[in-house]
């Protein structure tokens, strides 16, 4: 440990520990507009100056490591006089647009600003003009409101290992862009948002979808279904100042109901369906004499894309279950609208996702319209759901909370989990577990497959025989597991998994890119801590136990892996160029 | 080509030279010579000398430091005492060859100072009467031998300092020498030299490496390119000797790509040592393995920048990294990394050869050894020039370089480059040390001197240099990227006579938010030249203002 004293007050600290870091520790408050805490910092904002000692210079607290006897000052009129011109320098080279952006009102800048009460910038507005890239359809880049923090850059490259985002040209117009200045659509990017979700301004937003959703509901013609994911349930109070963490489940399908929507599910629904075709899947491969295995889950989108994109020797291994959001889109514009007498062309099934990737999923292929339409047909994420909240002028901690609309609303504590990094696993096994024995397991939870190790390994005994698991969640996890199984794999020896799990986002969808701003490891922690909540007290703790999933197969899907649900649940995988240039 | 061994180099040096039997012409042929025409020179000489048959050689060299007067041709007849000419073209250069071969006197016209008149060269007898002010020791083969012949090297006591390194010193050893000599670092900021190899040396790692700074890049600096084109063994003896001492079993050379020559050259030079043994396993029989490769710098200033260098050097975008870490500590590859500058690799045969008590004893104080300036503007001699430090401003400007160009009068020496200052000549006898610099708000750099004389506009000149620095600016931290951006702006603003009393403040404003909250040397020096013209010129800036205007 090393001491050193911050503003006077001393601090003891792990080697190695920054002054940022230090100076929480005595609620000591830096500024900072690069520095993210999932990230290493970037040292590129330098509003965190502090002063060692009685030393003319100063230092970046981000990046400066605190050493024994150091004497810091994070704060006096010269530092504050310096942070206050840099912040100019900044927002003179930031557009005045707060009004119409998509991060107003949850903005770091702005807020420094307004901490710093900049009433004016004598500098000269010097914002370029660059145009919009939203040719993803997923995030939205707008590179005039950059201030070249790095950090969407540093969560593509390192955490994600996907490498679309990258600086170019230098000095003053240096600016973000994919490698080679082609658009993002073009690039490798896999939408999953994580550059959006650790934006500190506005330069990089989800794409807005809530018009069409508003426009639709308006459509007297237009019968609305809404279906909400699991980890939107557990972030969406975030935006309304709830404890971070609080399952709003009731309150959201309310909210949805308020807005117009004609029926209300759940994606947690097919999440239970989901694991009814995977785990026969898994059980059948497991089961079937030289079979590919490991099986590899592919309910994450961006994973999907970023599978084809850079591991398509893996298809054979990929699950071909389509996701929860797809399962339940193609269901309601079938088996719903069969029961209910209404015509698919007239159903608009918008799902509200913790992701933006979804927003992709739902046209990646001809498979997502089983149903003869698309089957989903707008994915908004969970920062679209809460503004749509707030449009629609509802308070949403008065509002009472409701149950959900039947046929495809009820779901299990399996389902629910889904929305956190190893939940698919889990629930999976559950059923397997049953599948395989014929019972359920004495205890459902399964510890190994929990918590924010970036790759979590485990085994459970199923009928006598150990069913190795792994399950990797940050796509930069995924090399290390894919590589184990690849080594086997050309060995010709037997593979070190049977199943594996895989989330782009780190924590899973409770981290989505889609997710209200701000997310650490300890915001994931307690989004997922809702979840596994949710999943103790429900009334069904394995998909095959929903007497609904019971149902849908008994009335209209017949056995799980059949015809029908090969039509309308799975999905096909192909080899795409990394680059579309 | 044999590999040498330690006992071969000391039989070298043990045996009396060979005295020249015939003459030798030599032409500057660095950068500055070819730039002033010396090739068209060089052929005549070889083609009249043929055509006449006159029995000489006429052989290549560096740069001899008197840019200004290049093409230079130096005629060496056994026996007799150099004799300079300057501007030579080749009708004069005929005319010479002409002279030797009808055994008349060479012309006395287009004469210039022989090296022997301009400077003290390390480790050549002194002479007697008025020492010239210059002093030689990085610079001591540039102008005299044939880079890349690698005999001519040896034959001036090349790798004699490895081979006493390789066989009676240890890393330690050295180490303290080095220490007693004090060398500085010669990239500008002068961190001592033997710390920085101690450090790398005790640092941890797979594996130790040693890198040659040679991005120069300093509006008006071409030291380290003069070395590397007229010396390149010099540098790479250095490199070895610093590759010992921390362990190192790699090398390589980052020079920027805008110097074809001196990276021909370096290559040359490697080519020749692993060929003599000197490069590559075993070097000159002992246990010390070494290996040295070449990558060239991509055009930005940035990329002398230590951690930026090492980014560029791993094939990745060059920008600036937090340190510490420092590369001593974690750099290339995130091994424990030593980045050498050109100059401060040349010193370091010499101090090994000569001692270090010689070296010590040349400069003064905490300033030991010499400095290679290259000395460019509003003076009569622009040029190379190598001085013990403790000289003064003027002896260089008005001794060495004769003072200015014009009638006009010497207005101010800007040193240190674009993070350096302007020094007005009121100041001009402040001794040229790193202390005396920085406080007159500049600072020692890696040798950039451009003079100015009264006809020169200090807020142009400011604006140039601010200017340089938003071009190269990475463009990775706010202060520098977008600050100086601004700050040019108001200052062109001045410039063009739209300025008021505000935008001074704003620029002093600015300055030390990018002095204080940069990232790095580039944007924390970038206001530098501006602040020390409105130290010291502030009239003509508010001459400028839009009040000011009559």
């Not at chain 1, 607290?61 to 050493?67: D, F, G, N, S, W």
Request: net charge negative; glycine share 10%; charged share 20%.
């Amino acid at each position: 440990m090393i001491l050193a004293t911050i503003n006077g007050l001393p601090v003891e600290v792990p080697a190695g520990s920054t002054v940022l870091q230090a100076a929480r520790q005595v609620a000591v408050h830096i500024p900072t507009l690069c520095k993210h805490p999932d990230l290493d910092a970037t040292a590129a904002c330098g509003i965190c100056i502090v002063r060692v000692g009685g030393s003319n210079k100063m230092l970046r607290a981000c990046c400066t490591p605190v050493e024994s006897g150091m004497d810091i000052t994070t704060e006096d009129p010269e530092i504050i006089h310096v942070r206050r011109t840099v912040l100019e320098m900044i927002m003179s080279k930031h557009p005045n647009e707060c009004l119409t952006c998509g991060r107003n009102q949850n903005c770091e800048l702005q807020t420094l600003a307004a901490d710093f009460g900049i009433r004016n910038v004598d500098l000269d507005n010097i914002v370029p003009d660059l145009p919009l890239d939203d040719t993803t359809k997923a995030i939205v880049l707008d590179p005039r409101k950059c201030i070249t923090c790095g950090r969407c850059i540093q969560v593509c490259q390192q955490i994600q290992d996907v490498w679309a985002l990258s600086f170019v040209e230098r000095g003053i117009d240096t600016r973000i862009a994919p490698a080679g200045d082609i658009t993002l659509a073009e690039s490798p990017c896999v939408r999953c948002g994580q550059c959006s979700a650790h934006c500190p301004t506005g330069a990089i937003v989800e794409y807005d979808n809530t018009q069409e959703v508003w426009d639709n509901l308006l459509d007297p013609d237009m019968f609305c279904v809404a279906q909400l994911a699991p980890a939107v349930r557990v972030a969406i109070g975030e935006a309304f100042g709830f404890p971070v963490g609080t399952n709003l489940t009731g309150k959201s399908y309310a909210a949805l109901r308020r807005m117009g929507f004609n029926a209300v599910f759940d994606t947690n629904f097919g999440a239970d369906l989901t694991i009814m075709e995977e785990a026969t899947e898994f059980v059948k491969r497991y089961t079937t004499e030289g079979s590919v295995l490991p099986l590899i889950t592919t309910c994450c989108p961006s994973w999907v894309d970023f599978m084809e994109k850079f591991h398509s020797d893996m298809i054979p291994n990929f699950s071909s279950c389509k996701s929860p959001q797809a399962m339940v889109g193609a269901l309601a514009k079938t088996y719903y609208a069969e029961k209910m007498g209404l015509d698919p062309a007239k159903v608009y099934v918008v799902s509200f996702m913790p992701c933006t990737a979804k927003k992709f999923e739902i046209i990646r292929s001809k498979e997502m319209a089983s149903s003869g339409q698309w089957d989903v047909d707008a994915s908004l994420t969970t920062r679209e759901l809460a503004r749509m909240i707030k449009q629609s002028g509802i308070n949403f901690h008065a509002v009472k909370e409701e149950q959900p609309d039947q046929m495809l609303g009820a779901y299990t504590g399996a389902g629910t989990i889904f929305g956190a990094t190893g939940g698919v696993m889990e629930a999976a096994l559950r059923t397997a577990y049953n599948f395989i024995t014929g019972s359920n397991p004495t205890r459902v939870e399964f510890q190994a497959t929990r918590g924010l190790e970036g790759i979590k390994e485990g085994s459970v005994n199923i009928a006598g025989n150990e069913v190795r698991f792994a399950v990797a969640h940050g796509l930069g996890n995924v090399e290390t597991l894919l590589t184990r199984v690849r080594e086997a794999r050309d060995a010709g020896t037997e593979p070190p998994y049977h199943f594996i799990e895989v989330m782009a986002c780190d924590g899973g969808c409770v981290g989505g890119g889609g997710q209200p701003y701000g997310v650490t490891d300890g915001l994931r922690a307690k989004r997922a801590a809702g979840l596994y909540q949710d999943d103790q007290s429900g009334l069904w703790r394995c998909s095959h136990d929903n007497p609904y999933i019971q149902a849908v197969y008994r009335d209209f899907l017949g056995e799980p892996g059949g015809e029908k649900s090969h039509h309308l649940l799975h999905t096909s995988y192909t080899a795409r160029p990394t680059y579309k240039r | 080509m044999a590999r040498l061994t330690i006992a071969d180099l000391q039989a070298r040096a043990a045996a009396p030279k060979p005295a020249p039997d015939k003459p030798v012409i030599r032409v500057g042929m660095s950068t500055c010579g070819l730039a002033a025409g010396a090739e068209p020179v060089f052929n005549a000489l070889t083609e009249e000398a043929a055509a006449r048959k006159v029995e000489l050689r006429v052989a290549r060299t560096g740069c001899a430091g008197m840019c200004s007067m290049e093409p230079l041709v130096e005629v060496q007849v056994p026996g007799q005492a150099a004799v300079m000419f300057g501007e030579v073209t080749p009708e004069f250069a005929r005319s010479i060859i002409a002279a030797m071969a009808a055994g008349k006197p060479l012309p006395a016209e287009s004469r210039a100072p022989s090296i022997a008149q301009l400077a003290r060269i390390a480790g050549e007898p002194v002479g007697t009467g008025d020492e010239p002010i210059q002093y030689r020791i990085v610079m001591r083969n540039c102008g005299v031998i044939d880079p890349e012949e690698i005999d001519e090297y040896m034959d001036r006591g090349g790798y004699q300092s490895l081979a006493k390194v390789l066989s009676t010193m240890s890393p330690e050893d050295v180490i303290e020498e080095m220490k007693t000599a004090g060398l500085r670092g010669r990239g500008g900021a002068g961190f001592p030299a033997w710390l920085k190899w101690k450090l790398t040396r005790e640092s941890v790692g797979d594996e130790h490496i040693i890198v040659c700074n040679g991005d120069e890049g300093d509006p008006g600096a071409y030291m380290d390119r003069s070395v590397l084109e007229g010396d390149p063994h010099a540098v790479l003896e250095g490199m070895l000797i610093g590759g010992y001492v921390i362990g190192a079993k790699q090398g390589y050379f980052y020079i920027r790509a805008e110097y074809p020559l001196a990276i021909q050259r370096i290559e040359k030079a490697l080519r020749q040592a692993r060929a003599n043994g000197l490069l590559g396993n075993n070097i000159l029989g002992t246990d010390f393995s070494f290996n040295v490769e070449v990558r060239l710098g991509a055009g930005a200033f940035v990329c002398g920048e230590e951690t930026a260098l090492i980014a560029s050097l791993e094939g990745k975008r060059g920008t600036p990294t937090p340190r510490p870490p420092y590369p001593s500590v974690k750099g290339l590859w995130g091994q424990p990394t030593m980045i050498n500058n050109v100059e401060s690799l040349a010193n370091i045969s010499q101090i090994m050869l000569h001692g270090a008590e010689w070296f010590s004893k040349i400069g003064v104080g905490r300033s030991s050894g010499t400095k290679v300036f290259a000395v460019t503007g509003q003076v009569k001699h622009a040029g190379l020039v190598e001085i013990p430090m403790g000289v003064t401003l003027r002896q260089v400007v008005e001794g060495i370089c004769g003072g200015s160009a014009s009638d006009t009068p010497i207005k101010a020496v800007q040193t240190g480059g674009p993070s350096g200052g302007l020094i007005p000549a009121s100041e001009l006898d402040t001794p040229i040390t790193y202390e005396d610099l920085i406080k007159l708000g500049s600072f020692m750099g890696s040798g950039g001197m451009i003079v100015m004389d009264e006809n020169d506009d200090i807020v142009e000149l400011s604006k140039f240099y601010l200017k340089f620095c938003v071009e190269e600016s990475c463009g990775k931290c706010a202060p520098c990227r977008i600050g100086g951006t601004q700050m040019l702006r108001v200052l062109t603003k001045i410039a063009d006579g739209n300025g008021t009393e505000a935008d001074i403040a704003t620029i002093r404003r600015l300055a030390r938010a990018m002095q204080k909250a940069s990232l790095c040397g580039l944007g924390q020096g970038a206001p530098n030249p501006v602040l020390s013209a409105l130290r010291y010129f502030e009239p003509e800036f508010r001459g400028r203002l839009a009040s000011g205007k009559n």
